[in-house]
């Protein structure tokens, strides 16, 4: 009795440490955003955003038997290709994450893809990243995204400016993939449309004088110059010389320009300019934001809301599977994502958690309104702001 008393006790104790061990589990997810660099007033709540939807999950105890999700930063400088994808390396092989929410800018995201996502088979799932090039990119099924390309801003944008009348644009674009591509996209659409687009010019990042190019649009001319640029870097230069030398008055400012930066750059200069950048007026866009004031960020932002869906995506595709191997829980993705299930909101991560590890279906729908298409890719809502009393806010939806 007493030898099956002690095996009965070392079983019990083998089977405590098991359920210790599995509630112990730690999942890592990469956060990779430039949190220096020409999108750095913007990136501070891309990354809170994703770590709140960690934290909302790791609180819940329900993925994957409770498994715990640690946030671990890189900086992809938005740039720098070289130190982006160092940084992600060392995110993969060093910290061992299970998945990147990132990364944020399209060149340095295209190379985090190819040199480090695909060689080591890790998901990627970028909230900010909206080259058309991505869309066709080789990912061997890793790379999702839940901000919509620029093709599609194209059509916003020409939209918008033709909704105000506006026939004859000035264009210029900061010297990158995300810049060309959307550039192209927009040319596309508003010719297609009828528009005229009297120059499409490109600018280069980190000069201290944009006369001269500024110099170039005015002598085109046009009734809006479409600054397809950084809101921390030439974009926001370019306007600083079209204001000061009298070339333009008025501004579209596409994604890559709208952050409280411009605020405080420019002020009621801006009064009468006008832009878009991804967001909807969706029941979870609204809890997203309370949410984010209750952690203490701006959860207006641009992409943040696109951030926390990254991030919760991975997670649920995760339970999906039964796996954090990115290998194992990749193909869940767009079934988390999209319908048919019981639609999720944030907040609610541990309600679709429990579905998921019940056998049931959910429908993501987070706080951007997630719709994935095609190559895994967000079918595309947008938020159209304008500039009143010095500051920019949300007039309508798209």
Avoid at 229 to 245: F, K, P, T, W
Avoid at 354 to 360: K, V
């Amino acid at each position: 009795m007493k030898k099956l008393m002690m095996a009965t006790t070392a079983m019990t104790m083998l089977a405590g440490a098991a359920f210790a061990d599995a509630h112990s589990e730690e999942v890592k997810i990469g956060v990779i955003l430039g949190f220096t660099g020409p999108l750095e007033s913007i990136t501070p709540a891309m990354g809170d955003g994703a770590e709140l939807a960690m934290a909302e999950v790791t609180e819940s105890g329900a993925l994957l038997g409770g498994a715990k999700v640690t946030s671990v930063r890189g900086d992809s400088t938005c740039i720098d290709a070289g130190a982006a994808t160092t940084a992600a390396e060392r995110l993969v092989t060093s910290d061992n994450v299970n998945a990147i929410m990132g990364a944020d800018c399209s060149g340095v995201t295209g190379a985090i893809l190819q040199n480090v996502a695909r060689p080591n088979g890790v998901v990627m799932i970028s909230p900010s990243a909206t080259s058309p090039g991505l869309s066709t990119a080789e990912d061997d099924g890793l790379f999702f995204r839940t901000a919509p390309s620029d093709a599609r801003q194209g059509v916003i944008m020409t939209e918008i400016l033709q909704d105000r009348g506006i026939s004859e644009v000035a264009l210029t674009y900061t010297n990158n993939d995300y810049g060309k591509g959307l550039a192209d996209s927009f040319q596309a659409a508003f010719e297609v449309a009828g528009g005229t687009v009297t120059i499409s010019a490109a600018h280069e990042d980190g000069k201290a004088d944009y006369s001269a190019e500024v110099g170039a649009l005015a002598s085109a001319g046009g009734e809006v110059l479409v600054v397809a640029g950084y809101v921390d870097q030439g974009g926001s230069g370019v306007i600083r010389s079209a204001l000061d030398s009298g070339a333009f008055d008025t501004f579209y400012v596409p994604d890559g320009m709208v952050g409280v930066k411009l605020n405080e750059n420019f002020g009621d200069e801006l009064n009468g300019s006008f832009g878009a950048y991804p967001g909807t007026d969706s029941p979870g866009a609204a809890k997203f934001v309370e949410m984010a004031s209750e952690a203490g960020f701006d959860g207006t932002g641009a992409f943040s809301p696109e951030s926390y869906d990254a991030a919760a995506l991975i997670m649920l595709a995760m339970q999906a599977a039964g796996s954090s191997a990115s290998a194992d829980f990749k193909d869940h993705v767009m079934d988390v994502a999209n319908a048919p299930g019981t639609e999720i909101f944030p907040g609610e991560l541990q309600k679709g958690l429990e579905l998921l590890a019940a056998g049931e279906e959910i429908d993501y729908v987070g706080a951007s309104a997630v719709e994935l298409i095609g190559p895994g890719e967000s079918a595309g809502n947008y938020q159209e702001v304008e500039f009143a009393d010095g500051v920019y806010s949300t007039i309508g939806y798209r």
